[in-house]
């Protein structure tokens, strides 16, 4: 083993399949801390993930583009629901400096206006960019796929 | 103005400038045959236009994978309503096989069960791939933009 990893280790900046295995991972982390930072309704987390020209897609709204628009959107959305949500990833594909995933998400969600909890669950799709060696979200779309009301 | 359409013709094949041109105006040229098969209630022309292993989510169901599924799910949506929407394309970006758009879509949809037209509007993210040489739709998500009822 210890022969194995020395050559890993020593290949690693050279080795496009390592490179596209971290790139991978890093995306992933990316969807997970976003997973966290929606169920901690925290608006400050979410915007970290997000590039310098995103675009965030909530539902009943026109898209929102650009960071203000994107903070005003996850802030409507705080102060309106409580998010209790896991993401699970489908499909992820780095291509360079652009990657996309295809998740969906299931929990619940309550309705802080009545205290009313519902069932949640969404499919999405990711673009990511990797801006300054971080990957960031791109655009994001998300939907419902719970039975209609 | 002919020696320089001499130039482009000869240099066609070699300029990467003008592959991506090509392929940019292939990938707008699917997500219009696509808006003209949604507007035909044609499940037989969408499918063309799906890859060998494409995944399709509408709203309030989980998502379809598989070019089963995808027919069964457009069947069901056409057997529902009649859409006469017009999409619009934000972003397009092509990196090699694989190339995404961002697009939305307006217009009207008469539900077919009472004959009442409603005002639709949608979101959409697609994701393309390159198949033996033609762009193909491998992931579609869409979310309506229009106001909660």
């Given at each position: 083993?210890?022969?194995?990893?020395t050559?890993?280790?020593?290949?690693?900046?050279?080795?496009?399949?390592?490179q596209?295995?971290?790139?991978?991972?890093?995306?992933?982390?990316?969807?997970?801390?976003?997973?966290?930072?929606?169920?901690?309704?925290?608006?400050?987390?979410v915007?970290t993930?997000y590039?310098?020209?995103?675009?965030?897609m909530p539902?009943?709204?026109?898209?929102q583009?650009?960071?203000?628009?994107?903070?005003?959107?996850y802030?409507?959305?705080f102060?309106t629901?409580?998010?209790?949500?896991?993401f699970s990833?489908?499909?992820?594909e780095v291509l360079?400096?652009?990657?996309?995933?295809?998740?969906?998400?299931?929990?619940?969600?309550?309705?802080?206006?009545?205290?009313?909890?519902v069932?949640?669950?969404?499919?999405?799709?990711?673009?990511?960019?990797?801006?300054?060696?971080?990957?960031?979200?791109?655009?994001?779309?998300?939907?419902?796929?719970?039975?209609r009301?």
């Amino acid at each position: 083993m210890k022969s194995i990893l020395t050559v890993l280790t020593f290949g690693l900046l050279a080795n496009p399949m390592v490179q596209a295995d971290t790139n991978n991972a890093e995306v992933q982390a990316v969807i997970s801390r976003y997973e966290s930072a929606l169920n901690a309704s925290n608006t400050d987390d979410v915007l970290t993930l997000y590039g310098k020209n995103p675009t965030f897609m909530p539902q009943h709204a026109p898209a929102q583009v650009g960071r203000a628009a994107v903070k005003q959107a996850y802030d409507n959305v705080f102060s309106t629901i409580k998010l209790d949500v896991e993401f699970s990833i489908h499909e992820l594909e780095v291509l360079g400096d652009t990657a996309w995933a295809r998740t969906s998400s299931a929990g619940q969600t309550r309705i802080l206006a009545n205290e009313v909890v519902v069932n949640e669950g969404n499919n999405e799709l990711f673009i990511f960019k990797k801006e300054n060696g971080d990957w960031k979200i791109h655009q994001y779309l998300f939907s419902t796929s719970q039975p209609r009301q």
